[in-house]
């Protein structure tokens, strides 16, 4: 006689809460931690977006949830761009962006772009153009002329101002740019001309469809004689959308990601603009035709001229790990519901979050994004606090930090999408369109490999000036350079490896040891006959390491300084669990600690163990540590709720005329 078959029954959803419990620390105090600034504010404008349909609401598995409908052409995702910045300014979401002023106005700002930055990408990089680029221009490169005339015109969006500085032929080298900019004394006007196809202006932002105005970077030529680059106001279009005399304007086309924004090209073909277009807070030009600025060095003009460049950098770096935290809230809530496998027979399937495995793939990541979260909110507040004095730690410090939180938020992306397997390829779960709309991150604002050069030749510039001048470091977190060299103990038990003195020594000693490196093999590569210039790139290896090694450092302090404002307690308990999980795995992934001799074969072994012991420990916390984020759940996507219900055939064929509820 055959056996019966009985059918299995059928996989219920199980939330996420049914498979964590309680947490012992207080949510709300993680989440004011992590965002560190304007909550309200945040709250506000994620209950705007909500609530209008412009935001594309869609209903599934009994939820609401908002997010760009990926289906529209390209010229339709930028028309709604367009309505969706109409609608945030008619609710006052920009109100005081340029003509406000203080570190609590510009805080604000930063806190209300994330959370468009969460949204739609496209829609933050749009606002980021106008506002932080072309207005920050104005703000940094312009005198009171300039902010009369066109600050407020442009935080009210009357004009539309774009960013005219990469070429065809010139991305990160801006010195090279082929644009020409000359004189005439005669009329009193500067004469713009692209000379060759490769000065073309290229991937602009707001060029192509809707840009009213653009600053342009050029070659300002006087006399016969090139100064260098300088900025220009120059109109592209009139008010009714023609494009102005002697410009041509191309579209960049249909790109991976980011196709809510109308990148453009631009030439200029004798194009004249009035004398008071240049903006004149580092050089001017006088109505007889004088060249005049009171920095005399062309390099240190230069550096002045990028100034706009270090609150794109900003702006790029928090964005990146608000991304890192969508993606991670989503894959965790997944993993929290979605099982796979019986190790027994006749036992429900495992979670994917109990594999030790997916453990690993998904909370060292995790851990890594609480570190970026304090980092960014450093970087912000030391940005929003700017003196003269510190414009070089500025700079260095938002070099590092965009490159280091926009590599790990394309890392944290695609291991996220593979952890949610198939549901991680559908537009709507959000993941796997993320990966095209950030993946620009590494490259524009600075290309994150050549940013980490330029960090490595500040702390080398750093250095040998101390050298020379016999005094102490002081400056970019570098007094640790001061004391006795650490000494990492031979053996390393649990203990050691979880105490913030070890991973403050070990971290302080690999960058010690990489920066004197890096000096004497630049020193004997130039004793050889090779020059400044390239024996920079014969070492370009030990630069590489040397530009991490400073950033681990420097963000494993951001992390440091934000426990040490805790009290006592299960929420500093879990800060301190998250800071080894983040420092151990630097330790565990980065070859340069076995390749140089900070760690021995033996303790790199046991600093493995210990990773995998702390992924144990970050299990139970799991949904408590993603939900401390704070993003609405309509911001999240359907495989981080029901998502069998979400998938059910009900929802394959929803009634004709059935509303989307909010």
Known sequence: MEPSLSPSPCLQYS????ASPPSDFNLSDMRKLMDGHNLQDRDWLFGLMIQSKLFNPRFSGGRVFVSPDYNQSMEQQREMTMKRIHYLLDCGVFQEWLTGRGPEVEMRKFALHEVIGMYDHSLAVKLGVHYFLWGGAIQFFGTKRHHDKWLRDTENYVIKGCFAMTELGHGSNVRGIETVTTYDSKTGEFVINSPCESAQKYWIGGAANHATHTIVFSQLNINGKSEGVHAFIAQIRDTDGNICPNVRVADCGHKIGLNGVDNGRIWFDNVRIPRENLLNSVAD??????YLSAIKDPDQRFAAF???????RVTIATSAVYSSKMSLAIAIRYSLTRRAFSITPNQPEVLLLDYPSHQRRLLPLLAKTYAMSFAANYLKMIYVKRTPESNKTIHVVSSAFKAILTWHNMRTLQECREACGGQGLKTENRIGQMKGEYDVQSTF?????ILMQQVSKALLAEYIAVQKRNRPFKGLGLEHMNKSCPVIPSQLTSSTLR???????????????LLIRFAAEMSQLQAQGLSREYALLQSYQLAEDLGRAFSDRAILQTFLDAEAAVSSGPLKSMLSLLRSMHVLIILEEDASFLRYGYLSPDNAAGIRKEVTILCSELRPHALALVSSFGIPDAFLSPIAFNWIDANSWSSVQPQQGATVPL
């Open 499 to 513: 105490s913030s003195q070890f991973q403050t020594d070990i971290f302080c000693l690999r960058e010690r040891d």
């Open 445 to 449: 604002e600075g290309d994150n490999n």
């Open 15 to 18: 939330p996420p809460e049914l």
């Open 306 to 312: 990028l100034a706009p460049l270090t609150s794109g």
């Open 285 to 290: 030009v006088s109505p007889d035709g004088q």
